[in-house]
Nanobody, 129 residues
Framework: QVQLVESGGGLVQAGGSLRLSCAAS?????????????MGWFRQAPGKEREFVAA????????YYADLVKGRCTISRDNAKNTVYLQMNNLKSEDTAVYYC?????????????????WGQGTQVTVSS
């Protein structure tokens, strides 16, 4: 059973930082391992659709960011720990949302077109102005 468990959310003042973590388990089937998966972060604010935040390729050599967070967020992964991270700096009130971790065995380019297969339950990030 695939599980993606996010942590690290919370309440922070505008201009502050948070580091989100996503621990993955159960992805090791059919010969796959954690580094067989492209990992992504998405977010959904109240009353809005879920939107892409960042993605990282299987080995971590390629990253993509949404324009809204580019320069303020860094996605990284530790394949030895089956964990992906999202470092968020200079947070703004508009960053307030539930942040979701996602995984797909597709390569990072295909993930942008065809989406993700596994999702976590989300972690709340609230930025006070």
């Amino acid at each position: 059973q695939v599980q993606l468990v996010e942590s690290g959310g919370g309440l922070v003042q505008a201009g502050g930082s948070l580091r989100l973590s996503c621990a993955a388990s159960g992805l090791t089937f059919s010969g796959l391992t954690f580094n067989s998966y492209t990992m992504g972060w998405f977010r959904q604010a109240p009353g809005k659709e879920r939107e892409f935040v960042a993605a990282i390729s299987r080995i971590g050599g390629t990253t993509y960011y949404a324009d809204l967070v580019k320069g303020r967020c860094t996605i990284s992964r530790d394949n030895a720990k089956n964990t992906v991270y999202l470092q968020m700096n200079n947070l703004k009130s508009e960053d307030t949302a539930v942040y979701y971790c996602a995984a797909t065995p597709r390569n990072i380019r295909d993930s942008l077109l065809h989406g993700y297969d596994y999702w976590g339950q989300g972690t709340q990030v609230t930025v006070s102005s």
